[in-house]
C-alpha cells in the first residue's frame, strides 16, 4: 500500500517564500498524476497544484497562479511546492495526493484522490 508524507511546512512571514515535500513510498507511483491541496480551519479544502506524472503538464489553483510551482523527482519519489512570496491568507494545512485521474479531475470540488499525505501546517503572519 501506498503512503505519502509531507514535510517542510512552518510559520513564516509574509512575503517570505518556503518549500513543502512530499515523498512517496510502498507502491511506485511514477505513473501517478500528483497534487497538492489546502485546506484552512473553517474553510472547504482548495485545489493547489498538480503535476502529471511525466512532470510536464501543470496546473494551478487562481489563488496561487504565478506565485506557487510544483515539480516532482519520480526518481526520488519526491514532489515539491515552491511557495512564494506568501500571504496570511495561504495559511492552512498542506496535503499531498496522488491519482491517476484526468487533470481537470483535480479541480472538481469533490475530488477524493487515491492517496493523501498527513498533512503539513503552514502559518503566515502578517
Known amino acids: 500500500q501506498g503512503q505519502l508524507v509531507e514535510s517542510g511546512g512552518g510559520l513564516v512571514q509574509a512575503g517570505d517564500s518556503l518549500t513543502l515535500s512530499c515523498v512517496a513510498s510502498?507502491?511506485?507511483?511514477?505513473?501517478?498524476?500528483m497534487g497538492w491541496f489546502r485546506q484552512a480551519p473553517g474553510k472547504e479544502r482548495e485545489f493547489v497544484a498538480v503535476?502529471?506524472?511525466?512532470?510536464?503538464?501543470?496546473y494551478y489553483g487562481d489563488s496561487v497562479k504565478g506565485r506557487f510551482t510544483i515539480s516532482r523527482d519520480s526518481a526520488k519519489k519526491m514532489v515539491y511546492l515552491q511557495m512564494n512570496s506568501l500571504k496570511p491568507e495561504d495559511t492552512a494545512v498542506y496535503y499531498c495526493?496522488?491519482?491517476?485521474?484526468?487533470?481537470?479531475?483535480?479541480?472538481?470540488?469533490?475530488?477524493?484522490?487515491?492517496?493523501w499525505g498527513q498533512g503539513t501546517q503552514v502559518t503566515v503572519s502578517s
Open positions: 510502498g507502491r511506485t507511483f511514477s505513473t501517478y498524476i
Open positions: 495526493a496522488a491519482d491517476r485521474a484526468p487533470l481537470g479531475s483535480w479541480y472538481a470540488p469533490n475530488f477524493e484522490a487515491d492517496y
Open positions: 503535476i502529471s506524472w511525466s512532470g510536464g503538464p501543470t
